[in-house]
């Protein structure tokens, strides 16, 4: 008999909520294991050693194989379940336009996570005396930077990020604006700015597995934000490495010194 397949992962972890949904999606029988990323659990040699030298999650393991990171785990799950080509491609065209997606947004979109980070994470981490308005801005920079792009070329002609059905690539573009929704980082006057985002935000959160795989992240940061609930973080490291990036691919990067009048001008 096949091994279950054993799913690592975090409710709150975008990624981890992108190759979840791609297996309730499809129907793959799976086991669930939460890794708990408020200790250092994932930072220990062991766990590097036993499962992923990065020490994130989400983590696929298939009887003695491991794979890791979103986009392999899900094309992995696509390949051995042969799951309708939708998700990632029929036509060469449109395999290399998910392709650019996954491959854009690891660089931006993803690293924008940062302005989640630094504003409901960091002050549990870190304390909340402290001032991380250096590393929000950074967040916030790359996030509208992504967003620009998402408005106007990603979602110009279609419902969906590549095209008009729905891939792989709107499960991860949609988890990364799960945080921020959930999170209330983005302002009003900026979704207003994007009616197809959020256009197609609604439609991909109409879906019942975005419903399922969303619920935690929504009601957990609900009740922090209504002052309800404390995580108590055992860990002092960021929860999402990377997320120093800052700028995307279209505007100058100025010194965090300066000033950098582009939010003001998103925001405004
Ligand atoms: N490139 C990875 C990123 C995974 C990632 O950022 N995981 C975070 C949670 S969102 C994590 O495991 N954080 C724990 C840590 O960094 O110690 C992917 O796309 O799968």
């Known amino acids: 008999m096949a091994d279950t397949l054993r799913f690592l992962h975090h409710p709150a972890s975008q990624p981890c909520r992108a190759a979840r ?31 992923n030298p990065t020490g994130q999650v989400p983590i696929l393991v298939d009887g003695s194989f491991v794979v890791w990171e979103n986009v392999a785990i899900a094309r992995y799950l696509n390949e051995k379940f042969e799951c309708p080509s939708h998700w990632f491609g029929a036509t060469l065209e449109e395999r290399a336009r998910i392709n650019q997606f996954l491959q854009w ?5 993803r690293l924008g996570g940062g302005a989640f980070h630094w504003t409901i994470f960091a002050p549990m981490i870190y304390g909340a005396d402290k001032d991380f308005s250096a590393e929000r801005r950074k967040g ?56 197809r985002i959020r256009a197609w935000f609604q439609r991909v959160a109409g879906r019942p597995a975005s419903t399922e795989v969303s619920a935690w992240q929504y009601e957990t940061v609900k009740k922090v934000l209504a002052g309800e609930l404390t995580v108590e973080f055992k860990r002092r490291t960021a929860v999402l490495k990377g997320t120093e990036a800052y700028g995307g691919h279209n505007r100058g990067i100025p010194h965090l010194d300066e000033d950098d009048d582009y939010l003001a001008e998103v925001e405004g």
Not at 105 to 109: C, I
């Open 105 to 109: 947004y690891a660089y931006t979109l």
């Open 140 to 195: 916030y920079h790359v996030l509208y930077e992504s967003m620009g792009v998402l408005e106007n070329y990603w979602l110009a002609e279609s419902d969906y990020l590549c095209g008009d059905v729905v891939t792989y690539a709107d499960l991860v573009g949609f988890h990364e604006l799960v945080s921020h929704d959930a999170g209330g980082i983005i302002p009003d006057r900026v979704w207003g700015k994007h009616p």
């Open 21 to 51: 949904q791609f297996l309730v999606e499809n129907d793959i029988p799976y086991q669930e294991e939460v890794v708990d990323i408020t200790t250092d659990i994932n930072e220990t040699q062991a766990f590097r050693d036993q499962y």
